[in-house]
C-alpha cells in the first residue's frame, strides 16, 4: 500500500490573497488568531516548536521530505490551482520541480471549484473555475507536462495519477480525453485520472457517478471525512438530532448561545469500517480529526479524534490495496495535519509509522 497525503501550498505570501485578505496572509494567519469558541476547545492550535514556516523555503521542503519518509508516508498530493490559463499558489511545486535533489514522491489534485469569499459567511465570487476549449486545454497540459515528466510524479503502469477535486462539469470528458491523447503522444501509455467522490453512499448516487466517469478514470476516491459525514447525516436515527442541531445554529447565529457543530470520529471511522465498499477501482481516504472552526468560526464544525485501535482496524481492512490518501498534511486551519502539533506531537504520524512497521 502506498499512502499519499494531501498537502496545501497555501503558507506563502501571494499577490492575490494579499488583495484578497489583507497583506501577509497565509494560511497562518487564520490559524493564529483562531480562538476557543467553548470550554475545552483546543484553539489556537500551534505547531512544534513555534514551526510557522514558509513553504517558499527549501529547508521546510528538506524537512518535511525527511519526516515523511520517516514516518513511512509515501508520497504528497499537491493541491493544483489552475483557472482557465490563472495559476494560483503554484509556486511550491513549481519549487520542488527545480529541486531534483529532494526525492519527495508526489502528484497533484486540481482544485478545479470557483473560489469564494465563503471564509467570512459570503458567497463573493473571489475567482470562478472555467474550462475554455481546445486551446486553453493545450495551455494547461504543456504546464503539467514537465511535471508528469518527472521521476518522482507518481505513475501507475506509465501512466502519471492526475486527481479532480470537482468531478462533476460538462467538458469533463472532452478535457480528459485531449489530456489522454496528449500523454500518449509524450511518451506515456496515457492518464490515469482519478475521481473525487465525496456523498453518502447509496446505489442509485453511485452508478450515477460511476455513468459519468471518464474512460480515462481508473480509479473513485472516496474523499473522508466527508463520505463517512454523509452517510452519518442520512441516517434515520440522526434526524431528531438534525432538528436540534438547526435549532442550535440558528440560536447561535443570533448569538443568543454559543454552539459549534460536532461529530465523534469514533463513529465516522466507524461507518468508513461497515458501510463504505472496497473494491479494485475505488481509492479510501482517512483523516484523524477535524476542526474548520479556525476559518469558519462557529459556522464551522468539529471531528473529535478517533482511537487508534479503531485506525488500526481501518488500516488491516485496506492491507492489501494499492493506495489510501491521507487528508491531510497541513490542512492546519481546517485540523487536519500529520505535521507535529504542540498539542499532539508526532501521534498521527507514530500510528502510521506503527502499523506500516506491523506489516
Known amino acids: 500500500m502506498k499512502k499519499f497525503a494531501f498537502y ?12 484578497w485578505w489583507g497583506k501577509g496572509f497565509t494560511e497562518w494567519t487564520n490559524v493564529k488568531k483562531a480562538a476557543p469558541l467553548f470550554k475545552g476547545h483546543n484553539q489556537p492550535v500551534k505547531p512544534l516548536n513555534n514551526n510557522y514556516y514558509n513553504l517558499l523555503d527549501k529547508e521546510t521542503v528538506e524537512w518535511q521530505t525527511d519526516l515523511m519518509k520517516k514516518y513511512n508516508i509515501d508520497g504528497l498530493i499537491y493541491y493544483h490551482y489552475y483557472f482557465c490559463g490563472k495559476l494560483l499558489l503554484e509556486k511550491p511545486a513549481e519549487n520542488l520541480l527545480k529541486w531534483k535533489e ?5 502528484f497533484f489534485c486540481w482544485g478545479n471549484h470557483t473560489w469564494n469569499r465563503a471564509w467570512k459567511g459570503s458567497r463573493e465570487v473571489l475567482i470562478e473555475q472555467r474550462y475554455g476549449d481546445e486551446k486553453e486545454w493545450e495551455k494547461h497540459f504543456n504546464y503539467l507536462l514537465p511535471f508528469f515528466k518527472d521521476e518522482r510524479y507518481e505513475k501507475r503502469n506509465n501512466k502519471p495519477l492526475f486527481m479532480i477535486y470537482n468531478a462533476i462539469f460538462p467538458e469533463k470528458k472532452q478535457l480528459f480525453d485531449y489530456f489522454d491523447k496528449k500523454c500518449r503522444e509524450n511518451g506515456f501509455d496515457g492518464l490515469c485520472l482519478i475521481e473525487t467522490y465525496q456523498y453518502n453512499v447509496n446505489k442509485k448516487r453511485m452508478e450515477e457517478f460511476s455513468r459519468d466517469m471518464c474512460k480515462e478514470t481508473e480509479f473513485m476516491f472516496f474523499r473522508e471525512a466527508s463520505v463517512a459525514k454523509e452517510i452519518y447525516l442520512n441516517k434515520f436515527s440522526y434526524l431528531p438530532l438534525r432538528i436540534i442541531r438547526k435549532v442550535l445554529r440558528t440560536l447561535n447565529k443570533y448569538k443568543l448561545c454559543s454552539y459549534v457543530q460536532t461529530y465523534s470520529g469514533n463513529a465516522l471511522y466507524k461507518h468508513m469500517i461497515y458501510s463504505e465498499p472496497t473494491a479494485e477501482n475505488i481509492i479510501r481516504g482517512l483523516f484523524f480529526e477535524w476542526d474548520n472552526t479556525p476559518r469558519h468560526g462557529s459556522r464551522g464544525y468539529i471531528i473529535t479524534p478517533p482511537r487508534k485501535k479503531l485506525f488500526f482496524q481501518f488500516m488491516d ?12 498534511w497541513n490542512e492546519w486551519a481546517e485540523g487536519m495535519m500529520l505535521e507535529p502539533t504542540e498539542h499532539n506531537k508526532y501521534k498521527y504520524l507514530e500510528w502510521v509509522k506503527e502499523w506500516t512497521d506491523m506489516h
Open 8 to 19: 496545501l501550498p497555501q503558507f506563502h505570501e501571494t499577490e492575490e490573497n494579499n488583495e
Open 102 to 106: 529532494i526525492n519527495q514522491p508526489f
Open 317 to 328: 481492512m485496506l492491507k492489501e490495496e494499492e493506495y489510501v490518501f491521507i487528508n491531510a
